[in-house]
């Protein structure tokens, strides 16, 4: 079913590596509410995903950024205002990587230039990329900026390793450029608080498996699933939401607030 939420409106979408990525759901839903967009990938993660299926489908051109660099991500909102004949009004930032979890490191035995690269990567990337949209005056009055992040900023999961600083960088950073957004161009920043979710960068946490089932069972509505997000996602990047912003916004099927669940009494009762 679509309601047309997004139609006449342009974007930038981040982060679609294969179809089980939160940043590929959120294309193809986008592109069934009427929005249009470019697509847009690190060129190594261009080279391995499957990302030119999606294009077509979504009728989006490609252009390759690696989110760390300023000199790509200005060329990216440049083109794509070009391509899209006007200024953006959604932009999608569904990018993170860990080198730490990567190769294995315990968070107590870090190597620090893999934590500075991840953090870069996952956090500072998007400051990067609103300081582009912003100086090149790129964004429309009531666009929306959303990027993802989990829990783990808040709570901790030992697994989730450096990610979890990574997440609690990213989420102030909304905070703090969504004032400046919001008082000098009217446009809305949160992020979404997403259930864990197999994807890529979901598995590559340690005890994947164990962890989203656990998620599942404390959720009293389940696991948020990736196309759960996308729908949410439309929703922001609607007009719907006009005065949403500098929001971490949870969607996660209530596990944020719930202490225990019966599932999880019963799995730890002694018969
Ligand atoms: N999967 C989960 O359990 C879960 C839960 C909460 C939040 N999130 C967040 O959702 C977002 C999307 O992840 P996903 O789960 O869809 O996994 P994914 O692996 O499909 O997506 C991660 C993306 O980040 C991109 N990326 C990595 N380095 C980059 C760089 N230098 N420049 C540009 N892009 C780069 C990858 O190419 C990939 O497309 C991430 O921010 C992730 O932390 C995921």
């Not at 959120?26 to 690190?42: I, M, P, Q, W």
């Not at 200024?87 to 294995?104: A, E, W």
């Not at 919001?182 to 259930?195: A, F, L, M, P």
């Amino acid at each position: 079913m679509s309601y047309n939420l997004l139609k006449g409106k342009r974007g930038i979408i981040f982060g679609a590596l294969d179809e089980n990525s939160i940043a590929w759901k959120t294309a193809e839903t986008v592109y069934k509410e009427g929005g249009r967009f470019v697509l847009t990938n690190a060129p190594i993660a261009l080279r391995m995903g499957t990302i030119n299926e999606l294009a077509e489908k979504t009728e989006s051109q490609v252009i390759p950024a690696d989110a760390t660099s300023m000199e790509d991500l200005e060329n990216l909102v440049a083109k794509a205002q070009e391509i899209l004949g006007g200024k953006i009004d959604f932009v999608l930032h569904s990018i993170g990587m860990s080198l730490n979890v990567r190769k294995g490191r315990h968070y107590t035995e870090q190597n620090y230039e893999f934590t500075t690269k991840g953090w870069d990567i996952s956090a500072v990337s998007f400051h990067k990329v609103m300081q582009v949209l912003y100086k090149q005056d790129a964004m429309n009055e009531w666009g929306s900026i959303v990027a993802l992040t989990y829990m783990a900023a808040q709570r901790t999961f030992p697994d989730y390793n450096d990610m979890a600083d990574n997440k609690a960088y990213l989420e102030s950073i909304a905070r703090s450029f969504g004032y400046f957004f919001g008082k000098d161009k009217k446009v809305r920043v949160n992020t979404i608080s997403q259930s864990p979710t197999p994807t890529t960068a979901g598995k590559g946490v340690k005890g994947f498996d164990g962890f989203i089932s656990f998620a599942d069972k404390m959720s009293p509505l389940g696991n948020a699933t990736a196309q759960d997000c996308a729908d949410y996602t439309v929703t922001l990047f609607s007009d719907l939401t006009k005065k949403v912003t500098m929001q971490n916004l949870f969607h996660d099927g209530g596990f944020s607030n719930t202490g225990v669940s019966q599932e999880v009494i019963e799995a730890f009762t002694e018969e």
